[in-house]
């Protein structure tokens, strides 16, 4: 009989930037199974009301409880930054959050000077970043920008160049003029430009500064919560990893592998959950016809 501690991580986002935490989790906590939903047919979620933003996240947090897993990381900035209180009241889990640990890690880079955050528009309008700050360190200020082009450059995979090194240096000219001394990728799209990024950073303040990569500092938290509350997985093979997405893009297997950073197709065939008779997924195949599969499970949902 499986324990708790065996059951599997859930994980969700408004669509396939947060694999970006999965990659993250998936090298701090490589035992773990992992859950993951994309909610593809509804991204973006930085866009939408605080209220709708909360009836979405609601509605993922239960499909991964249908999935029997043993606690939620929302991988979404918007979510965590307008719905992670509301989901823990209506959730009898665990529920985690990429802000809390990213203000954490920038925290400890700034050193007391001020930190600035990119991120998407629902995010930096919460003022997520600036509270959780404020709860660490009553003297050091935040400065938010939101990014929007930044989040379509990840999705096409346009990360590379002059023209992902310009939308960079507009988006962080602001946070470096008011003094930031430390950025916050506080996206999870951002961690693919991280490169264009930190090259236009130290332009603009004539040195290098620190990036903090929420992504990553969750995952080191999500591996302490699990020792703490003694739900660290008995097996030591690696982790299974289970993408369940609302909708199926063309580009579905490209993006997801990019922010993945493995190959993702789906095993042959993996059958569409949602009834509507739609083809099974297929998986991709390489130029000599082999899987790109991985054992990378791909189901659609509808929620």
Same mark, same amino acid.
């Given at each position: 009989?499986?324990?708790? /501690?065996?059951? &599997?991580?859930?994980?969700?986002?408004?669509?396939?930037?947060?694999?970006?935490?999965?990659?993250?989790?998936?090298?701090?906590?490589?035992?773990?199974?992992?859950?993951? @939903?994309?909610?593809?047919?509804? =991204?973006?979620?930085?866009?939408?009301?605080? +209220?709708?933003?909360?009836?979405?996240?609601?509605?993922?947090?239960?499909?991964?409880?249908?999935?029997?897993?043993?606690?939620?990381?929302?991988?979404?900035?918007?979510?965590?930054?307008?719905?992670?209180?509301?989901?823990?009241?209506?959730?009898?889990? *665990?529920?985690?959050?990429?802000?809390?640990?990213?203000?954490?890690?920038? =925290?400890?880079?700034?050193?007391?000077?001020?930190?600035? =955050?990119?991120?998407?528009?629902? %995010?930096?309008?919460?003022?997520?970043? *600036?509270?959780?700050?404020?709860?660490?360190?009553?003297?050091?200020?935040?400065?938010?920008?939101?990014? &929007?082009?930044?989040?379509?450059?990840?999705?096409? /995979?346009?990360?590379?160049?002059?023209?992902?090194? @310009?939308?960079?240096?507009?988006?962080?000219? &602001?946070?470096?003029?008011?003094?930031?001394?430390?950025?916050?990728?506080?996206?999870?799209?951002?961690?693919? @430009?991280?490169?264009?990024?930190?090259?236009?950073?130290?332009?603009?303040?004539?040195?290098?500064?620190?990036?903090?990569?929420?992504?990553?500092?969750?995952?080191?938290?999500?591996?302490?919560?699990?020792?703490?509350?003694?739900?660290? %997985?008995?097996?030591?093979?690696?982790?299974? @990893?289970?993408?369940?997405?609302?909708?199926?893009?063309?580009?579905?297997?490209?993006?997801?592998?990019?922010?993945? /950073? +493995?190959?993702? /197709?789906?095993?042959?065939? %993996?059958?569409?959950?949602?009834?509507?008779?739609?083809?099974?997924?297929?998986?991709?195949?390489?130029?000599?016809?082999?899987?790109?599969?991985?054992?990378?499970?791909?189901?659609?949902?509808?929620?």
């Amino acid at each position: 009989m499986t324990s708790h /501690g065996d059951a &599997p991580l859930g994980v969700f986002d408004s669509g396939l930037g947060g694999l970006t935490v999965v990659r993250a989790l998936r090298r701090r906590c490589p035992a773990e199974d992992i859950v993951y @939903l994309g909610d593809t047919a509804r =991204v973006p979620y930085g866009t939408r009301s605080p +209220e709708t933003v909360v009836r979405y996240a609601l509605g993922c947090a239960r499909v991964l409880i249908e999935r029997r897993v043993k606690a939620i990381v929302v991988a979404c900035n918007t979510v965590s930054a307008v719905a992670l209180d509301m989901l823990r009241v209506e959730l009898d889990l *665990p529920v985690l959050g990429v802000i809390l640990p990213g203000a954490r890690a920038a =925290v400890a880079a700034s050193r007391g000077a001020t930190i600035g =955050v990119l991120g998407t528009a629902g %995010t930096i309008a919460s003022g997520a970043y *600036p509270r959780a700050v404020a709860s660490l360190s009553t003297r050091t200020e935040v400065a938010g920008q939101a990014a &929007p082009l930044l989040v379509s450059l990840a999705e096409e /995979g346009w990360v590379e160049g002059e023209v992902p090194r @310009l939308v960079a240096r507009r988006y962080l000219e &602001p946070l470096i003029g008011a003094g930031a001394r430390s950025i916050v990728l506080g996206c999870t799209h951002f961690p693919l @430009l991280r490169t264009a990024i930190e090259a236009e950073t130290a332009a603009l303040a004539g040195g290098p500064l620190p990036i903090v990569d929420s992504a990553s500092a969750t995952a080191d938290e999500v591996a302490s919560f699990l020792a703490e509350r003694g739900l660290v %997985t008995s097996r030591s093979a690696p982790g299974n @990893l289970a993408l369940l997405v609302t909708d199926l893009p063309k580009s579905f297997a490209a993006v997801a592998s990019r922010f993945l /950073g +493995e190959p993702v /197709g789906s095993r042959s065939p %993996t059958h569409v959950a949602d009834g509507a008779g739609r083809p099974p997924i297929q998986a991709e195949a390489d130029g000599a016809g082999r899987s790109l599969a991985q054992g990378v499970d791909v189901e659609q949902i509808d929620l």
